[in-house]
C-alpha cells in the first residue's frame, strides 16, 4: 500500500500525475482532516489483500454484491470486474461505506481511474457491457437510490457523465445527462472532478490512428446545465458519499457466457481545483 500526501499544486486541472482516477486502492484506517492541495485522499492499486480491501490498512473496504456468474478478482496490480449468465442481466458492483472523506461539497474531489478497459464478450452487442462510477448519499446501488452522480462508458466507447435527484430506479448519467460522446479509439483513463458548483471531465484515449491522446471536456460545467442543479441541500445529511463502482452486462437470451469484462489498475481520489473558472477558461466539447 502507498498513500502519499504531497504539497505541491496542482497547475493544471487534468495533470496525469494529479489526476489519475484509479478506483480501488490503499486507504490509510484513518485519514487526516485534511490534505494540502492537490494530495492524494484515497487510492486502491489492487496489489495487497482480497477486493474487498482497499490495501492493508483498509481491510473489508469494499462490499462486493455479485449476482450468479458475477466475479470481482485482482492480481498483479489489475482489478477485474466480468459477469455471466443465467440471469439476463448481470450486475456487479463494489460498494464503500458512506463517509465523510468523500464529500465533495466541502472541497473539489478528482476521482481517477487508471488503465480502464470495457469489453464484451463475442455475441454480445458492445453497447451492453457497460462500467459505471459513482458517488452516491446512501449505501445502495446506484440505479435504485434517489440522488447521485454517475459516469459510464461501454464497450462500445460512449462516455456519459451525469447525476440525478429524488429519482429512484433510473441511472444519474442518464437523468440529467451533462456529457455523452462516443470515441474513436479506446478509453484508457477518466478523471473527474466535482465540487458543490459544478463538475469538469478530461479523458485519456486512443485516437482514430490509435495513438494516445486526450479530451478535456470541460473545465468548469455546472450542476445547473442540465436539470435541477444539484446542491448539498439536495444531496442530504453532511455532505458524506459513498463509492460504487459496477459492471453491467446484458445477456439476451441469457447463456452460460460472459457478457462484459472490465479491467482497471488503480483507482484514486485526490483533492482537486475549484469548477468555478477564472474569465475565459472555459473548454467544452459535447
Do not use: C
Not at 464484451?120 to 458517488?135: D, I, K, L, N
Not at 444519474?172 to 470515441?183: G, I, W
Not at 485519456?204 to 491522446?213: I, N, W, Y
Not at 463502482?245 to 489498475?265: E, F, K
Amino acid at each position: 500500500m502507498s498513500v502519499t500526501y504531497t504539497s505541491t499544486p496542482v497547475r493544471g486541472r487534468f495533470t496525469a500525475t494529479v489526476l489519475s482516477l484509479m478506483l480501488l486502492g490503499a486507504w490509510p484506517a484513518v485519514l487526516p482532516a485534511a490534505a494540502p492541495d492537490g494530495g492524494s485522499v484515497f487510492i486502491d492499486d489492487f496489489t495487497t489483500g482480497p477486493v474487498t480491501d482497499a490495501g492493508a490498512s483498509a481491510a473489508g473496504f469494499w462490499t462486493v454484491r455479485a449476482p450468479q456468474g458475477a466475479f470481482a478478482t485482482k492480481s498483479d496490480g489489475v482489478l477485474k470486474l466480468e459477469s455471466a449468465g443465467p440471469a439476463q442481466w448481470a450486475n456487479l458492483h463494489l460498494i464503500s461505506a458512506l463517509r465523510p472523506d468523500f464529500n465533495f461539497f466541502a472541497r473539489p474531489l478528482t476521482f481517477s481511474l487508471e488503465d480502464l478497459a470495457v469489453t464484451a464478450s463475442e455475441g454480445v452487442p458492445p453497447e451492453r457491457a457497460t462500467m459505471r462510477f459513482s458517488v452516491t448519499p446512501a449505501v445502495t446501488q446506484e440505479w435504485l437510490g434517489d440522488t447521485g452522480v454517475s459516469l459510464s462508458l461501454n464497450a462500445a466507447r460512449r462516455l456519459r457523465l451525469g447525476y440525478k435527484v429524488a429519482t429512484p430506479q433510473k441511472d444519474p448519467d442518464s437523468a440529467n445527462m451533462l456529457v455523452e460522446h462516443t470515441f474513436a479509439g479506446d478509453v484508457t483513463g477518466i478523471d473527474v472532478t466535482l465540487d458543490a458548483d459544478g463538475y469538469a471531465l478530461a479523458v485519456r484515449h486512443k485516437d482514430e490512428r490509435g495513438e494516445p491522446a486526450a479530451t478535456p471536456f470541460t473545465t468548469s460545467g455546472k450542476w445547473t446545465d442540465k436539470g435541477p442543479g444539484l446542491t448539498k441541500d439536495s444531496w442530504g445529511g453532511d455532505g458524506s458519499a459513498v463509492m460504487l463502482l459496477a459492471q453491467r452486462g446484458q445477456i439476451d437470451p441469457p447463456a452460460d457466457t460472459n457478457a462484459a469484462v472490465i479491467t482497471l489498475s488503480a483507482f484514486k481520489v485526490n483533492l482537486g481545483q475549484p469548477t468555478t473558472p477564472s474569465a475565459g477558461t472555459t473548454t467544452t466539447e459535447k
